[in-house]
């Protein structure tokens, strides 16, 4: 699975070198270019880990950074200060930032200190060898699926979208990550094609589908499998 790192920067030619990089090393980028920006994207979307700079249009690194713990985002941020400002550093930590890089830094640096966030954050929950909600039961192990004592017949896809879904329980799952994580944008499909395979299993496992109890809707985002 992709990591995503949300790149908030408003110098074009760093903006081209980061995300270059970052998507050579197997890393699914996104960019912001000011400040209200990258807050709304922060917000609206989950990241594993957010590159902030401090000085930006609209909205400086710190406000935005304040406004995000405030939100209870606790997304890792690696913080961008310019040479020599101190201050930003004990300000920025302080402010909630996980670390910080001051420029110019060398590419190596920023990728190790990408990784060691990474590393920290709490990984999704591993997947269980079986699963079970509300009537159906699920056989990873077997990739078997009963609902109420009869055997459900879900495709391949499915059967991974189940899954990835039981993995991230709980959690708000955007329909760009899900693409990105389950499909791997192989048959580049359409954000349609989440909706469609999500109806495709609230079909076969929900009670009443036009009513779901397992995999909700959050609307303006994606879906979130209540387990
Ligand atoms: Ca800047």
Known sequence: MKKRILVIEDEPGLVLTLTDRLASEGYHTE?????AAGLARALGEPFDLILLDVMLPEKNGFDLLRDLR????ETPVLMLTARGQTLD???GLKL???????KPFEMMELLARVEALLRRAPAAAPSPDAYRFGEVHVDFRGAEVVRDGNPVELSAREFQLLRYFVEHRGEALSREQILSDV??????PATR???VHVAWLRQKLEPNPRRPQHILTIHGLGYKFAG
């Open 183 to 188: 499909w791997a944008y192989d048959d580049v």
């Open 96 to 102: 909630g930032a996980d670390d910080y890089l001051t």
């Open 31 to 35: 960019v912001a270019e000011d400040g």
């Open 89 to 91: 550093k004990v300000l």
């Open 193 to 195: 094609t989440v909706d």
């Open 70 to 73: 405030q939100h209870r985002v």
